[in-house]
């Protein structure tokens, strides 16, 4: 990484003893532009880590790109500029977009892609012991979250262990970087998402269209993103913690045959 | 309101104890159109409230409003389009924009914007102690937050009391709103923000931007938000709590000289 992810600074205190100078870490947000073919299709403000992943999921949220295996190359150049080469038609037109409510980034999703059919989804289930790990390692590796508070992580668990995890400013664009990692054969879609954010219809959409059966947020969920799992018999849970699963849809999803021994 | 902003949905709690079923409020999330004098200029995901203010603060934050007494009539259409027309010139181009990071509705500013320079902002300073009772009227008034723990709250304080205050599943929704009521002449520019979501480059920018010289936020700012505030002389403070404001730029607009008395 050339590009510092966080920045020390100074602040002021104040409280009614008077000021106190302190220090705080600071989450750096930077615009990047994202390119598919040569064609610079928009930008978006991001936290610069996992940077070939967004540029993926990036043009995945917006339509240009469908499934793994169409992406050819993708060059990161730190001046702020994310060049993705891909099998796409030639003629590839921008769709009608809406710019989607929430905590995000990216934060755009196609009316076209609102109305339209879901594939089914992968098959997958979870133990409810296993949902608990996932959640613990996830909280675990967002140390940028902890010291800036101003971070989103989103993590992908399959085949018995965190595949992915990933930060940034928008909860939207930590999710785009971990279907960027599938669209890039570096995790698969089989699995459960967990997100430290809020889940809006865009997301759940997104993870519905690449096929991921299982969906969990830190906290809560809003009406569309709750249609929208329904209509992809999508497995939505809110409010995960280890040992406590709040199941808004296909509850069957998760395996109670193996629960935690008590502490 | 036509439509319900809130339904109570089914859920299941799943523990180590077994299943539970349960019900939980949830926020509605809508697709919205925003047309300016009969051309649509795009389209967001909302929390169908202060849409008119909504309508207002969207074509500002990209850029088609500069300033208050533009606007002169908005009309909301429960179908989901709202109408604004105001006095701007007819040959209104779109601009590039970057998506913005972070918890966002609009979540788009023009790189134009982002670039170019800020005009003075509004004289206004404020009591520390009114600082704290601010914090606590706008927590108080976030009803639909504390049901569904999926929106953000978003108020102004000015000549001792709060004007506004406004809800939305996007933070950024909720500044808009805010900055819709100043555009329609419903608030004054010349007092503080307080908003329960993280501060970003383009909800410091749409600030500084109609001159607000004060804003705050419950939890972090971005290295570009605060960026911003340091280039437009903007007081930012973080993790802002009655009794406790930690000032991260020109804390000279918080007058100490009037401190509580402890409880």
């Not at 499934?67 to 990161?76: F, K, N, T």
């Not at 921008?94 to 098959?123: A, F, H, N, W």
């Not at 992580?153 to 970087?177: P, S, T, Y």
């Not at 959409?205 to 999508?234: E, F, H, N, W, Y």
Request: glycine share 10%; hydrophobic share 40%.
């Amino acid at each position: 990484m050339n590009n510092p992810v966080v920045l020390q600074q100074q602040t002021h205190i104040l409280t009614e003893k008077g000021y106190e100078e302190s220090r705080e870490w600071v989450a750096v947000e930077q615009p990047y532009r994202v390119a598919l073919n040569d064609r610079e299709i928009g930008a978006s403000m991001v936290l610069a880590t996992g940077l070939e992943e967004f540029g993926a999921g990036f043009l995945f949220g917006q339509g240009y790109i469908d499934h793994p295996g169409q992406v050819r190359e993708v060059l990161v150049c730190p001046e702020g500029r994310i060049e993705v080469h891909a099998d796409v038609e030639e003629d590839f037109a921008p769709r009608e977009v809406i710019i989607t409510s929430g905590c995000g980034g990216t934060g755009k999703i196609s009316r076209e892609m609102l109305e339209g059919k879901i594939d089914p989804l992968q098959e997958y289930s979870l133990r409810f012991a296993e949902a608990g790990e996932f959640i613990r390692q996830a909280l675990l590796a967002s140390d940028l979250g902890q010291k800036t508070h101003c971070v989103h992580g989103c993590g992908l668990w399959a085949e018995g262990r965190m595949q992915v995890f990933f930060e940034d400013i928008g909860r939207h664009n930590a999710v785009d970087k971990v279907i960027g990692a599938i669209l890039l054969g570096r995790a698969p879609a089989n699995g459960a998402v967990y997100t430290t954010g809020r889940l809006t219809s865009d997301m759940v959409l997104k993870c519905a269209r690449i096929g991921i059966p299982i969906v969990m947020s830190r906290t809560s969920a809003s009406s569309l993103a709750l249609a929208i799992a329904r209509q992809a018999g999508l497995t939505l849970i809110c409010y995960a913690r280890p040992g406590r699963l709040n199941i808004y849809n296909a509850p069957e999803r998760v395996r109670w045959d193996n629960p935690p021994v008590a502490a």
